[in-house]
């Protein structure tokens, strides 16, 4: 875990000295490396760790030294994975609200809709960052999804960020796109 990080002076010990002050703006935590595009653009391809979710226990191991040391404004769920693939997803992020600490999410936006946004306003989630990256329907093959065309991913998006803003305490959204050009035929 990140017992070997005992930030009692606001200052991060060890080999960065006085460079890291505490708490940091975010953590990321990555608890799966499991997404559901397989996109031309992305470094997955080059990964070589195993497909996986993160342990329940393990993720609230961090949660809890994040909290007990005041280590970060917030804790992003985000990397190399979808992070509402993860099967204990609303419990992890209730769990840190439990705890008083901040969540941001990054996700491609395949499970964005009403419900989730509904789900997300109940476990305090302050921001949802989403991948959109293809904004287009040509583009969008670059991220071979399978089960879902342009318009329903889109739809979706639109829904959750429709539902968002009639809430009392929305989340802040930010939408991500890929500003350069990129391969558009994707074989197969």
């Known amino acids: 875990m990140l017992t070997t990080v005992q930030p009692t002076s606001k200052r991060f010990p060890g ?15 990555e608890l799966t490396n499991v997404c ?8 997955k391809q080059e990964m070589t760790r195993h497909y996986e979710y993160m342990d329940f226990e393990k ?7 994040i909290a007990e040391y005041n280590m970060a404004e917030k804790i992003t769920f985000h990397v190399m994975g979808e992070p509402f693939m993860h099967p204990r997803f609303f419990e992890i992020l209730d769990y840190a609200a439990q705890l008083g600490v901040k969540t941001g999410i990054t996700t491609n936006g395949t499970y964005l809709d009403e419900d989730q946004a ?5 476990v305090t989630a302050s921001q949802v960052n989403i991948s959109l ?10 991220r071979k999804a ?15 960020i429709g539902a968002c803003l009639k809430q009392t305490k929305p989340p802040k959204i930010k939408v991500h796109f890929l500003n350069t050009s990129i391969k558009t035929e994707v074989p197969g």
């Not at 993720?59 to 030294?65: H, M």
């Not at 990256?133 to 670059?142: A, C, F, I, V």
């Open 15 to 29: 080999r960065f000295g006085e460079l890291v002050k505490f708490p940091l703006q975010r953590v990321h935590i």
């Open 36 to 43: 559901n595009f397989d996109c031309t653009f992305c470094p």
């Open 59 to 65: 993720v609230c191991g961090i949660i809890d030294e």
């Open 118 to 122: 509904i789900k997300l306003e109940k």
């Open 133 to 142: 990256q293809t904004p287009d329907e040509e583009s969008y093959k670059t």
């Open 146 to 160: 399978r089960r879902m065309k342009f318009d329903e991913y889109h739809n979706r998006i639109l829904e959750f």
